[in-house]
């Protein structure tokens, strides 16, 4: 655990008691702040007591006595209204800030020399977190990583000097840091989403940008309008900031063509890498994660053979075009973690001969700007509240059934890939929430596994089968 000692001996109101927000709780205890907590929930209300957290309905207190709120990242700050905590704390004029502002100044208060690398983007962020993470670990380094993709950033080994914090951020929790400053900030990407809680794109994208802004050294893929107009405003300012593409050459950063991943050196052009054949990092988009990687521990000391020696040892992803199962020439990929249409895109990219499964709670926009992949599917199966939906858009243009839960999708799939009687992938990759049907993606996915693996037809992937 991290504790928090920028707040010793003040008075700090901490809501929203989910995993994260337990720690954090947690964490200001140890650093010696005087907490109460509070959360809407009263299961999460007992969690906390259970772990001798001080549990307070401070409704109707003087909240003005008090130094911070620590808000969840769950918890809405601006949209579609600001939380009934958020407003009490605005009009007492206390500070409102998160897990990761907590992190990022007890960072820089304790151990600035510690590495700290950043990660954001709208797709991407989980992969190259865990390839950041991978490399370093290869190379000997002590690394810790967490945040929206793994544990909470609070419940991290304390900090030391030698130490490297690998660590995702969410736009929810980059929007509670009143301060960002990693050694290094990695942005990959920015398209439409959670306009719910950002209220414009516009919006969303300024909290993005927060983090590319103030780190010390930034890496910003430029491949789409948004995040090169971040870089240009870094660049303006003097800071040091690393492009990465995948769709051009940059002088200053990594870039990629054909899969190969390209560091250059003046005249001269250093190839990193060439994906063509990793098991797992497949398609233009795991170009540009590891090229963001490459890019982020190059800065921090790594050398070429270092780096090339993590990213063919890399092992992917849990629930991210993951290969879990062979039956004869089908090939079957849990891409759980594809939430929105983007996310979908780059795993329906890497394939060709599909069997889609799709479908969960719907995102604004549904499926219909992956026309251009319609021609890659056999066949689509289509699981939960979207399925209706996906069913209009598909229409004409790819086979589809609707099955409804995944089990039957599991099935159907995998006996039509057989029929077929060519080389194809079965593809989870939903382009939804999973909220319907499932806690989270990561249960969605493992229910996906648990159904492949049990059929007797397949036999687990191996990346020499």
């Not at 030698?162 to 301060?179: G, T, W």
Request: aromatic share 6%; with cysteine; glycine share 10%.
């Amino acid at each position: 655990m991290i504790p928090i000692t920028s707040l010793k001996g003040k008075r700090v109101a901490v809501f929203g008691l989910g995993g994260s927000g337990l720690v954090t709780a947690q964490a200001l205890i140890a650093g010696g702040a005087d907490v109460i907590a509070w959360d809407d929930s009263e299961a999460s209300r007992a969690a906390a007591a259970e772990r001798d957290i001080p549990v307070v309905d401070w409704r109707g207190t003087e909240f003005g006595a008090y130094s911070a709120l620590v808000l969840a990242p769950g918890v809405p700050l601006t949209h579609p209204e600001p939380h009934w905590t958020v407003k009490i704390a605005q009009e007492a004029g206390v500070e409102i800030i998160g897990d990761v502002g907590l992190f990022s100044r007890e960072h820089d208060a304790r151990s600035p020399d510690s590495p700290f690398i950043a990660i954001t983007g709208t797709n991407g962020k989980s992969t190259t977190t865990a390839l950041v993470a991978h490399l370093l670990r290869s190379a000997g380094r002590d690394v810790e990583i967490g945040g929206n993709f793994g544990p909470p950033v609070l419940g991290l080994r304390d900090l030391v000097p030698e130490r490297h914090y690998v660590v995702e951020c969410s736009s929810f929790q980059i929007d509670l840091a009143p301060k960002m400053d990693a050694t290094v900030g990695i942005h990959l990407n920015l398209t439409e989403d959670h306009l719910d809680r950002h209220g414009t794109i516009e919006g969303y994208a300024a909290v993005k940008e927060k983090l590319v802004q103030g780190a010390k050294v930034a890496v910003v893929c430029t491949d789409d309008s948004w995040s090169l107009a971040m870089a240009e405003r870094r660049e303006a300012r003097g800071l040091e900031t690393l492009r990465i593409s995948t769709q051009q050459s940059v002088k200053t950063g990594v870039w990629a063509i054909s899969q190969r991943i390209i560091e250059p050196h003046g005249l001269t052009q250093t190839v990193v890498y060439d994906l063509h054949g990793h098991p797992v990092l497949k398609g233009v988009h795991n170009a540009q994660n590891v090229a963001a990687a490459v890019a982020a521990v190059r800065r921090v000391g790594l050398t070429l053979d270092q780096v090339r020696e993590g990213i063919a040892s890399f092992p992917g992803l849990v629930h991210r075009m993951e290969p879990i199962g062979k039956a004869e020439g089908v090939t079957i990929v849990n891409d759980s973690k594809a939430t929105n249409a983007d996310a979908a895109a780059k795993a329906l990219a890497s394939f060709d001969r599909i069997y889609w499964i799709a479908g969960g709670k719907p995102k604004t926009g549904g499926i219909g700007s992956l026309e251009s992949f319609f021609p890659k599917i056999a066949k689509a199966y289509l699981i939960g509240v979207a399925a209706e939906e996906f069913a209009a858009t598909l229409e004409g243009r790819v086979p589809y059934e609707i099955v409804e839960t995944m089990d039957r999708a599991v099935d159907r799939s995998i006996t039509d890939a057989l029929l077929d009687g060519r080389d194809g992938v079965v593809l989870l990759s939903p382009a939804c929430a999973s909220f319907d049907q499932y806690r989270n993606f990561e249960v969605r996915g493992e229910h996906f596994r648990e159904l492949v693996l049990s059929d007797p037809r397949v036999k687990p992937f191996q990346e020499k089968s």
